[in-house]
């Protein structure tokens, strides 16, 4: 059962976590990558490590307002709020990484220059921040609407809830879909997706990139160059890796505030790890199949939730638990650099 929304508790919290979002953005794009470069491993470390942190800070804040209330009970709840943050927030880095991937394929098709991959990368999370906003809040609401009245099932008084019932259904199917599928974006044509059609029904596209701008202007005609469309298509990757990653985290909380701050700041270290994920890619060859594992978990979750409650730590111990052995083992027995890289740029 939910207890009182962090919302409720503490609403200047809200502002606070807007504010830093801002700043770190502006800083990002604003004083630490004001000129489109190459980011180095270690850059990428460091501002991993940033958001990482500021994540890990914030689940701490959230354990502090619902521990410091006064009510019965507190520091159960808050160690329940607590560890529904830190699941959420590392089912979505941990299925963002599958997105990663087929960023790199992304890049690769529209030989898209590195030293502006940040700047396309920055603007696709700044769309994630507003689409995952409607996802989540309508998401919520759309659950709250969807119970169906108490009933007997099974020998137990159960209250069903459709929305979920479907969404646990999805992830399974999804789970089992994508058990150790890396390859099928390979050959895919990224120009040829909504993304791209979308921006190319407004503007004619140039031929050749020019610098780091979105726009061109050639023989007097104002037109889009491909680094806007590979932001179109950026936009719609992440929407359609919304479909898996957002039912997810429902299956974890209902409160609006901690799903969307714990996926935000998974999404806001993106940048920074794909840069790391493009140089240390092997560490990752067996992640689909641990990705396959923890939807299939949160999805079989969702479907016995009316009868069997798995408590957010429990989940946080298994999804964290598959995510380090999926990495062990690839590390282990990593795929060859050689065929990795074919993958890569077929």
Request: charged share 15%; aromatic share 14%.
């Amino acid at each position: 059962m939910e207890h009182q929304s962090i919302l409720e508790l503490h609403p200047g919290l809200v502002w606070g976590f807007a504010v830093t979002v801002v700043i770190m953005l502006l800083l990002d794009l604003g004083v630490f990558n004001k000129k489109s470069h190459e980011v180095s491993s270690k850059e990428a470390t460091i501002w991993s490590i940033v958001w990482i942190s500021l994540s890990m800070i914030f689940s701490g804040v959230v354990y502090w307002v619902f521990n410091t209330d006064g009510s019965p009970g507190s520091h159960a709840i808050a160690v329940e709020k607590f560890t529904q943050y830190q699941a959420a927030y590392w089912i979505e880095k941990a299925l963002s990484v599958d997105n990663l991937f087929v960023f790199i394929l992304v890049f690769g098709f529209f030989k898209v220059p590195k030293y502006l991959h940040h700047k396309v990368l920055f603007w696709g999370i700044i769309g994630a921040l507003v689409f995952r906003a409607i996802f989540i809040f309508a998401g919520v609401g759309l659950i709250n609407l969807t119970y169906l009245p108490e009933m007997n099932v099974f020998g137990k008084a159960v209250q069903i809830n459709v929305v979920m019932a479907l969404f646990g259904l999805f992830l399974v199917y999804a789970g089992i879909k994508s058990w150790g599928d890396g390859d099928g974006d390979d050959d895919e044509d990224y120009s040829n997706t909504a993304g791209a059609r979308l921006i190319k029904s407004f503007w004619k596209v140039s031929d050749n990139y020019d610098g780091d701008k979105f726009f061109t202007i050639q023989n007097g005609i104002k037109m889009a160059t491909p680094l806007l469309v590979v932001v179109g298509v950026i936009e719609f990757t992440d929407v359609l890796f919304a479909v898996d990653s957002i039912p997810a985290i429902f299956a974890i909380s209902n409160d609006p505030f901690i799903l969307y701050t714990s996926n935000i700041f998974a999404i806001l270290g993106l940048r920074s790890l794909y840069f790391l994920l493009a140089n240390f890619i092997h560490m990752f060859s067996k992640l689909s199949y641990g990705l396959a594992i923890i939807l299939s978990f949160i999805g079989v979750k969702m479907l016995i939730a009316p009868w069997i409650h798995i408590s957010s730590p429990v989940s946080l111990g298994i999804v964290g638990g598959v995510l380090l052995l999926s990495v062990l083992l690839s590390i282990m027995f990593p795929e060859k650099e050689d065929e990795e890289k074919e993958k890569l740029e077929k």
